[in-house]
């Protein structure tokens, strides 16, 4: 990471876990996350329905409850800032995340949405603030304890982990609610949110170095070119994958009159291939460099968005969807990869959080962008047009690593 000291990067990388157990660490806070996130995307809606609510109150909830996630800069500051109660900028930030999130997974089962609505949406806001808290501390976390060369692996268990989630959560909690109940479905997710506990526990958090010192003079890194031009390359990944990942179902079903038990298990093949390509890129990283793992990473997603427009049958919508998922973690993984490389130590947690920040952004541009193309022009053509913005990726790139091979 720059400005750090070799000897300062592995006596950090001393206050986690040995390495074995720190990937699991983290792809298991990471796990937690894909959990709820498999939820909110699958079940939320269905949920609300059932209680006699409308979409437009589940649009409602779902645009509260994301707020945390656009102040989590904020969070990223205090812990970067404050030691809290001595016992590390990281370590209780996280349990604390992980506390609330459990403990409101525990009482919303007691809250109908379809009878005390805005008591139910409040409970999710507090969910997601203490989601949204172990999250840009676990981003922290890996920032500071996590050497140079082995940034692209971690990065790789976190999107596998959150991908993992997805994937076995949507298939267990679907049929959970169906046999047994919704009780059932959200005790299981505060179950869950309680795995990496254990090993966050055993975290030991050594005293700050000088040099690594909360500084308000560290956010000055975000006037430099390479810091800027990362951004923007963050923003034309995300704006791709987030666009076209939102219409592959659609596509799906108006093309070939998929059901919804095969649009679940379309986006089980695609989960497949994000843990895939997350693990794939991340020792790719790792072993090629950034610059070369980036190109092969812009490459992955030009055929992998490409190859959605090519799908003419549902057979061939299962390979297909799988390389796209393929794609989408490999472009993850990649980009989380190369801010951790740009994120200045005297401020991880905040730098970090905000160049997500922009890539959330992306996203949100990338599905309003590709709806209203999908609209005008259909599937196959967005498809086509979301793959050629992958050109404007091309001229950021000596931006970001200058004119010769870095590191």
Not at 58 to 64: M, N, R, W, Y
Not at 163 to 181: D, H, K, P, Q, R
Not at 234 to 258: D, H, K, R, S
Not at 272 to 301: C, E, K, M, P, Q
Request: with cysteine; hydrophobic share 55%; charged share 10%.
């Amino acid at each position: 990471m720059p400005g750090v000291p070799a000897s300062t990067q592995a006596a950090t990388a001393q206050q986690a876990p040995g390495r074995a157990l720190r990937y699991t660490m983290f792809g298991l806070l990471y796990f937690t996350q894909g959990t709820i996130l498999s939820y909110f995307t699958a079940l939320n809606g269905l949920y609300f329905l059932s209680r006699g609510l409308s979409m437009t109150d589940v649009g409602i909830f779902a645009s509260i409850a994301l707020i945390p996630f656009v102040i989590k800069i904020l969070l990223g500051m205090l812990s970067d800032r404050v030691n809290l109660l001595g016992m590390g900028h990281r370590k209780p930030y996280i349990l604390l995340g992980l506390g609330v999130q459990t403990l409101c997974l525990v009482a919303v089962p007691f809250i109908d949405p379809g009878t005390a609505y805005w008591g139910f949406v409040a409970l999710a806001f507090v969910l997601q603030m203490g989601m949204a808290l172990y999250d840009t501390c676990t981003d922290g976390l890996a920032l500071d304890t996590t050497p140079a060369e082995e940034k692209g692996t971690i990065q790789g268990f976190m999107v596998g982990g959150r991908a993992l989630g997805v994937v076995v959560t949507a298939s267990a909690v679907g049929l959970i609610a169906e046999n047994v109940s919704w009780l059932a479905v959200f005790w299981l997710l505060g179950a869950l949110t309680l795995l990496p506990v254990p090993l966050v526990l055993r975290v030991r958090e050594a005293e700050r170095p000088v040099e690594r010192a909360f500084d308000w003079q560290a956010f000055s890194a975000f006037k430099r070119g390479p810091v800027i031009a990362l951004a923007a390359l963050g923003f034309v990944f995300f704006l791709i994958i987030a666009g076209a990942n939102q219409l592959v179902n659609p596509f799906l079903e108006t093309e070939f009159a998929i059901g919804l038990s095969t649009a679940g298990f379309i986006t089980t093949v695609w989960g497949i291939g994000v843990v895939a390509g997350s693990f794939v890129s991340g020792s790719l990283v790792d072993r090629v460099g950034d610059r070369n793992a980036t190109w092969i990473a812009l490459g992955v997603a030009l055929v992998g968005t490409l190859a959605l427009a090519v799908i003419v049958s549902p057979t061939l919508a299962w390979p297909l969807v799988a390389l796209f998922g393929l794609a989408y973690g490999t472009y993850q993984t990649v980009y989380f990869a190369l801010a951790m490389g740009h994120t200045d130590p005297r401020i991880a947690a905040s730098m970090f959080s905000i160049l997500m920040a922009v890539t959330n952004v992306a996203q949100g541009v990338g599905m309003g962008v590709s709806g209203a193309l999908a609209d005008g022009i259909g599937f196959r053509a967005t498809f086509l047009a979301l793959a050629a913005l992958n050109v404007l990726a091309i001229p950021l790139m000596p931006r970001v690593f200058g004119r010769r091979e870095v590191g």
